[in-house]
Every structure is written in structure tokens, then in C-alpha cells.
Nanobody, 120 residues
Framework: QVQLVESGGGLVQPGGSLRLSCAAS????????MGWYRQAPGKQRELVAA???????NYADSVKGRFTISRDNAKNTVYLQMNSLKPEDTAVYYC??????????????WGQGTQVTVSS
């Protein structure tokens, strides 16, 4: 069974930084893509950042220039470096991984989430 475990969340002041980690129980090179989503109270879950096995990245407009997604294949871990944090970044952040096969639907896996709170 694939397990994704997030860590690194917490309370930080506006303008501060946090680094989230997502550790996978399997080699992450088996995933087509991995990413981070977030969900704030009363809001829809939204894509924050994603990275493919080939290294291509995608970011939400609201975090572009402030957040960076990266991976360490040897550690089977994906990271989200969050800088210049704003109160509106407050949310539960979820790790996601996608597998794809020829001619069958893709499969997505989710972590349990980690809380990020940006407040003075």
C-alpha cells in the first residue's frame, strides 16, 4: 500500500518560512507526478504546486515566486519550501501522488495533511 506522510507544518509569522516534507513508502520515481494541495476552512481544496517525474513544475498563481516544490528521489521525499508566507496561506496542506498506466485510469494517493498557520 502506498503511504504519504506530510510533516513540517506549524505556526509562523507573516513573512516567515516553512518547509513541508512528504515522505512516500515507495520509490517516488514510480509516480507520474507529485504535488501539494491545500484546503482552508470553508474553501475548496486547491492545487498549490506539482512536479512531474521529469522535473516539470506547476504553481498556483497565488504562490508563484514564493513557494518552491522539489524532490529527492533517493529519499523518496517531495518538499515544499514556502517563503514570504501570508495569512491567506493558512490551510491544511496535503501531499498527492499520481500513477499512470497505458489504457487504464490513473490512481491518486493522498497524505493525511499538515496544518500551516500564518499569523502574528
Amino acid at each position: 500500500q502506498v503511504q504519504l506522510v506530510e510533516s513540517g507544518g506549524g505556526l509562523v509569522q507573516p513573512g516567515g518560512s516553512l518547509r513541508l516534507s512528504c515522505a512516500a513508502s515507495v520509490t517516488i520515481v514510480s509516480f507520474y507526478a507529485m504535488g501539494w494541495y491545500r484546503q482552508a476552512p470553508g474553501k475548496q481544496r486547491e492545487l498549490v504546486a506539482a512536479i512531474t517525474s521529469g522535473g516539470s513544475t506547476n504553481y498556483a498563481d497565488s504562490v508563484k515566486g514564493r513557494f518552491t516544490i522539489s524532490r529527492d528521489n533517493a529519499k523518496n521525499t517531495v518538499y515544499l519550501q514556502m517563503n514570504s508566507l501570508k495569512p491567506e496561506d493558512t490551510a491544511v496542506y496535503y501531499c498527492n501522488a499520481e500513477r499512470r498506466w497505458i489504457a487504464i485510469p490513473s490512481v491518486n494517493y493522498w497524505g493525511q495533511g499538515t496544518q500551516v498557520t500564518v499569523s502574528s
